[in-house]
């Protein structure tokens, strides 16, 4: 396995730069309407809660059975119920990005959850089980030493396989297939490689299409092919002040009555950008910010992750997102200061009921 890494990370070097993202002349941003979140995380026993990235979960048949995890990137992983609680905590290392898929273990119907592991350098796996909705750990896996810290991440499952794949601050992106070696252990084997210019962190696959998108902090997102790896990235939106104001941080994808949303955090104005990308194409639908309804407002915004349709109380969907710092829900909603360091950074709930009412999507 050795030899074929050192050679695809070779490639990883010499791969081919795309364009330049286009930029375009100073505009105000795009107005983004107020959308109030319904609940938040708490973590009653931790004040330095340091949240990055949520991805939302339910059971295949039923909906009322959801879960909601965040990492912390000093300590580990959180497992809340929908209504905000922790149900679990796993003191696993400094975790980045999360994400999951449904995978098949020893004929049982099981949940991947993995994160980018900032200390070991790795990915950190778990099982979630469905039926008694318990995390539980499954192994650590290396990247290679080469790579470093391993930073943005998201899954896919594509062709029946199911890809786990890290970037990093200089803009490498690896895809490895992931799945249970014969120690019943994950094992992950290295299928595709990427290099963006600079630093990527917030990434998700539309499983149906094979499309991954990359967001480069200071650049834009980026679309390329799990289908097609040797295509070169394709820029689907710049950094440019008005819909996406560095940095680029979570991407995430929500379907709806057979269109498909992806969704942007405009981290430099606290505000979520969203496409149509149904077809191929792109789309410009509309931003919002999240805040209001006795709520603090969403600043910094950086992970985020949708579920589409039922999920919890949610008959359409939802989407979690983090909040760099959890006040009260007295604040100005307008006024984004807040003393982050004396708060809990958390996650807040939105609906997307709400979202589209705000967007006016039908
Ligand atoms: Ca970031
Ligand atoms: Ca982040
Ligand atoms: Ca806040
Ligand atoms: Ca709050």
Redesign the pocket.
Do not use: C
């Given at each position: 396995m050795r030899a074929p890494l050192l050679a695809a990370l070779a490639l990883v070097a010499g791969c081919a730069v795309p364009q330049a993202a286009p930029r375009t002349a100073a505009l105000p941003p795009v107005e983004a309407p107020w959308v109030a979140a319904v609940l938040e995380t708490r973590v009653a026993d931790n004040p330095k809660v340091d949240a990055d990235d949520p991805v939302l979960w339910r059971h295949p048949e039923d909906p009322s059975r959801a879960l909601f995890i965040g990492t912390d990137k000093s300590i580990g992983l959180y497992v809340h119920g929908m209504d905000g609680a922790v149900r679990q905590f796993l003191a696993d290392g400094p975790m980045n990005n999360v994400d999951l898929r449904p995978i098949m273990l020893d004929g049982r119907p099981m949940v991947l959850v993995a994160a980018t592991e900032r200390a070991k350098f790795g990915i950190m796996t778990w099982l979630l089980d469905p039926e008694t909705l318990k995390v539980e750990r499954w192994g650590h896996l290396p990247t290679p030493r080469q790579f470093g810290e391993p930073y943005g991440f998201c899954m896919g499952q594509v062709d029946g396989e199911t890809l786990v794949i890290p970037n990093n601050k200089k803009g490498a992106v690896l895809a490895f297939a992931i799945a249970p070696g014969a120690d019943g252990k994950p094992a992950m084997q290295l299928r595709h490689s990427w290099k963006l210019r600079s630093q990527t962190?917030g990434c998700v696959v539309n499983d149906e299409t094979g499309d991954l998108y990359v967001g480069e902090?200071d650049r834009g997102i980026w679309q390329m092919s799990l289908r097609r790896p040797a295509e070169a990235p394709r820029s689907i939106a710049g950094v440019d002040g008005r819909i996406m104001v560095a940095?680029v941080?979570g991407l995430t994808l929500m379907r709806d009555a057979g269109r498909t949303f992806l969704i942007a955090s405009s981290?430099g104005d606290s505000a979520f950008a969203v496409w149509d990308i149904a077809g191929g194409a792109h789309d410009f639908i509309g931003r919002f910010r999240v805040g209001g309804g006795g709520i603090d407002p969403v600043t910094q915004t950086?992970g985020l992750s949708a579920w589409s349709g039922p999920i919890g109380t949610y008959p359409e969907g939802a989407i979690a997102v983090h909040d760099h710092c959890d006040g009260d829900g007295h604040e100005d909603p307008s006024d984004a200061v807040c003393d982050s360091d004396a708060k809990q950074q958390n996650y807040k709930l939105v609906d997307w009921r709400d979202v589209k009412k705000a967007l006016g999507i039908r």
């Open positions: 962190e902090e940095d941080e981290q950086d």
